[in-house]
């Protein structure tokens, strides 16, 4: 495929600004960010068109950990999306998960399924990095059927792994330290709340936006003092206790400004339900940045005025451009580079703020997800 994803990504992006500003209206990789350097905000890539390819035809298999929910069902419509142009154009492609969420047995049915079926590539979002990594390095010895991976890490010697489709959480996790040293002016405390230390893809969200607190704003204070990473991890916790912890550490510290940053959408529903109870008790300044966005957390601007933004991802995005790099992977035209480290195809994000909300780009951004942009 000789016409690059990214840059039909750009163009209808810079289209996109054009029209708006026209009509007035209105989750155990290495990360990809070797330098720490933090990409621009405000250049979201749009719903893209698709890029074709030269070859095939080609059979595709996408195999989710999920098809459903604020994120994964975006992703979901991003990658039906994909599979209708490229049908379109003779090629052929189905996309399934597990019928129980996250099931790693269930996946690695699914991906022997997919062997049997003699699929030309698939797009993997896995569902577990050591399982399903574990089992695609003892089923694919060569690149026979090349793998480009969704979102999630994966812990595989495998040839066939040639790219991962993701955002850069490094990046991201930076960005959100940063938005939170903005919420705060730089003073009060802060609780990290993050999901798994062992998943580094997962840990890089909470790990640099404390980096970016500790060097930038040495009058915050970090709250989570029980281990040595400083952070608090909803992996080594029940499922709810991100509620009762939310509540116990506020109201124990009631008289201090306090910035909670989440690094998932549920964990900031469950961080603002947890706050809302509770918010008579709080005598200091409160305030949520959040990780990846959707329709409720736009919702969330209105119906609360703690919520101070959130660093989002791309889902729909992400899963076009999946099945499209895949092609190219297919196609000899994406892969691993001389050193052997697959290939890394960012998807960008976007902040979104109380003070950005009316930008072209938050704007184009909505559009991207389809959330409707409410002025």
């Known amino acids: 495929m000789k016409k690059t994803l990214s840059i039909v990504l750009a163009l209808l992006l810079v289209m996109m600004l054009v029209v708006a500003c026209g009509g007035g209206g209105d989750k155990e990789s290495t990360s990809p960010s070797d330098d720490k350097s933090v990409a621009p905000t405000g250049e979201q890539s749009e719903k893209p068109s698709g890029g074709g390819s030269s070859g095939g035809p080609y059979n595709m298999a ?42 790693p047995t269930l996946q690695q049915e699914q991906i022997n399924q997919a062997v049997i079926e003699k699929v030309d590539g698939i797009v993997l979002s896995p569902s577990n990095a050591d399982s399903i990594g574990t089992f695609v390095t003892d089923t694919f010895k060569d690149d026979s059927i090349p793998i480009v991976v969704l979102d999630r890490s994966l812990n595989t010697t495998s040839p066939a792994y040639k790219a991962r489709v993701m955002a850069d959480t490094v990046a991201m996790g930076t960005e959100c330290g940063k938005m939170g040293v903005e919420a705060m002016d730089g003073k009060g405390f802060y609780v990290p709340l993050g999901i798994d230390i062992s998943n580094e893809n ?174």
């Open 62 to 103: 996408g195999l989710y950990s999920e098809i459903t929910g604020d994120f994964w069902g975006i992703v979901y419509n991003g990658g039906t999306k994909a599979l209708e142009e490229l049908k379109a154009e003779g090629h052929d492609g189905y996309i399934i998960a597990p019928a129980t969420t996250g099931d």
């Open 202 to 375: 997962w840990a890089n969200r909470s790990l640099y936006a404390i980096e970016y607190i500790t060097e930038n704003a040495p009058e915050m204070e970090n709250l989570v003092t029980d281990n040595e990473h400083g952070v608090w991890w909803s992996a080594q916790n029940p499922d709810g206790a991100i509620i009762q912890y939310v509540q116990d550490i506020a109201t124990a510290n009631s008289d201090k400004d306090i910035l909670f940053l989440t690094t998932t959408e549920a964990g900031t529903n469950s961080t603002v339900a947890a706050l809302s109870e509770i918010m008579s008790q709080l005598k200091g300044k409160i305030r949520i940045v959040g990780f990846d966005f959707s329709a409720t957390g736009y919702g969330l601007f209105n119906s609360t005025d703690f919520f101070y933004g959130s660093c989002g991802q791309n889902p729909f995005v992400m899963g076009y451009q999946g099945f499209f790099t895949l092609i190219e992977v297919i196609e000899g035209e994406v892969g691993p580079g001389a050193d052997g480290e697959v290939a890394f195809v960012p998807v960008e994000y976007q902040n979104v703020t109380r003070d950005n909300l009316t930008s072209d780009e938050v704007k184009a951004y909505l559009d991207s997800m389809g959330i409707e942009y409410k002025g």
